[in-house]
């Protein structure tokens, strides 16, 4: 049973298809609108929310719900639906003999488009500013996978280049320490020469 209370031409209308329309053309408008509607599509920004947003959704979400349920309580009327648009034209045009009964069904019909207008428009402008807000997370995220990576790699060069270092003073620590030993026992075996070499010569 529907929710609220809502005419079964307003039904059609929430769904976007016209009265009268397939049982099958009604399912698929249905089985699309809720899943754009779906409260769950919107968790990931839940907190970012306001209540008044939350509510909103939600709100979107069982209005679609409420007309599906109203066109399937009605037995998916296609042919009395049909009948029933048919019966509202013809009486559409006999009232339009009166100047004020067509002035009021005009002013009526206005009011209904503005509505359906209005609420179109509405749902737009929430469905886009959903889709920017989800690129611009999209991009942050990137953004932050990206500084990631040319972090650890700007990490791991300057890592790489420390262990360059030390391993060559290390060498060169190692060279010096071999040269002043050999240059020691370059200076030992001299000395040993010039003594050998004076008391040969005594």
Known sequence: MARTSISLVAAYAVLGVAPGAARADVK???????????????????????A??????????????????????????AAAAR???SASAKSSTSARTSAKTSASA????????????????????????LRRQEAREAKAARDADEFIAAEAARIASEAALARARAEAQWRAAQTR??????????????????????????
């Not at 008044?52 to 009327?77: D, K, M, S």
């Not at 609420?119 to 886009?128: K, M, N, P, T, Y």
């Open 28 to 50: 698929a408008a249905y089985r699309r609108l809720a899943k754009e509607r779906h409260p769950d599509r919107f968790a990931a920004q839940a907190r970012r929310q306001t």
């Open 52 to 77: 008044a947003q939350v509510a909103a959704i939600n709100a979107r979400f069982r209005e679609v719900q409420t007309a599906y349920e109203v066109i399937e309580a009605a037995g998916f009327p």
């Open 83 to 85: 009948a029933a648009a």
């Open 106 to 129: 005009s002013e009526d019909d206005r009011a209904w488009e503005q509505y359906v207008q209005s609420r179109a428009a509405q749902w737009r402008r929430e469905a886009d500013e």
């Open 177 to 202: 320490e071999v040269a002043e030993r050999e240059a020691d026992r370059e200076f030992w075996l001299f000395v040993l020469i010039a003594l050998l070499i004076s008391l040969f010569t005594e």
